[in-house]
């Protein structure tokens, strides 16, 4: 049963401004590349993890593929992948990319990258590759996807609470979400799609469901629900 009570509280989650703070999403043991950290303007901050994010898919484009279809929201599966953290890294070459951002903005810069945090970034390069406008819903679509869950059953269990709420967004209003990964990484403008998508995001909230509604994550639930409804098929195939 959806709660009919959230919508105040997706409203006020989404209206909450990004703390300037360093570059450094959340780090997996085994998959980091650093340098001296120093903090920098959320929204340059965005623009140089969107930069980024583009040369490690374009590095690659094959093997984001892949990290997508062999992966859920919450685990990747590097055993069938035949792969690991660190050679991800080095097959996307990542500090390749970093070293691009860093010239660029003529400083010392911290990244720290793991594999579930890169899932999201890849699906919204992919999806965006494959799609230059907002598709449309196919006639007969149904809101509950057919997925696989790769992680332990504790892992899948919270994977499978993530995609259901990332399927149903992308299945209510495809428009908006799509226009959320067209805009940059906490700038205003993604603040403003987020907020766009309020009401899809209380009607698919499940009462008693826990996830965390700031714009970053959203946009990380919306990637993952348009790759998964509008490109993983087509990926598959290239």
Known sequence: MRAANVFAVVLALLSASPAPAQLKPEAQTGSRIETKPVKIDPKRAGLVMKNFAR????ANPALAVRLLANSDPVSIDFATMKTSPQKLNDAFGMADCLGEEMGALSLGMGLKMSATRLRPLMAEEDYLFQHKAAPALPEGATETLNRSYVGTEKNAARARSLAEFADCIVFRDTVHADALLRTAPNSNEEGAAARGLAPSLGAC????????????????MVADGLWTRYAKMAGAVR
């Open 55 to 58: 040369c490690v898919y374009r």
């Open 205 to 220: 909230l499940v009462q008693g469901q826990t996830i965390e509604l700031t714009a970053p994550a959203v946009r990380a």
